[in-house]
């Protein structure tokens, strides 16, 4: 299992949490998702050999926010 921590912008609420969290759950190979919303970092545990950084950042971005890194 690879993490990588997500710098995402415009999240501000509890509906932000939920839709990005959902999202990259939704992604096969994503197994744990933490979002804190006060420094806009999302720590995600995922299988390298099933999604990439591009589909992470794809996912997050469909449902409005801004993936910095």
Known sequence: ??????????MSCGHCKMAVSGALKGLAGVSDVSVDLETGKV???????????????????????????
């Open 1 to 10: 299992m690879a993490e990588r921590t997500l710098e995402v912008k415009g």
């Open 43 to 69: 720590d995600v545990s995922y299988d390298e050999q099933k999604v990439n950084f591009e589909q992470m950042k794809d996912a997050v971005e469909d449902q409005g926010y801004d993936v910095v890194r």
